[in-house]
């Protein structure tokens, strides 16, 4: 009797399937977690204004500075 040597075709095509189904689902989660990154920058960014406005207004009492 031949012994099998290699993959089949089929086999290398499930394989190949499998891996991009991995893929697909690694890519999901790093793209939810890229997006939460952006928020957590721009609440970060959101804070880092909104200090300096705060302080601002309680030292003149009034935002008719920010008009000038």
Known sequence: METKKG???IELIVVI???AVLAAIVLVNVMQYVGKARDTAVMANLKQIAIPATTYYEDQGNY???CN
Request: hydrophobic residues 65%.
């Open 17 to 19: 399937a499998i891996i």
């Open 7 to 9: 993959f089949t075709i």
């Open 64 to 66: 008719n500075g920010f």
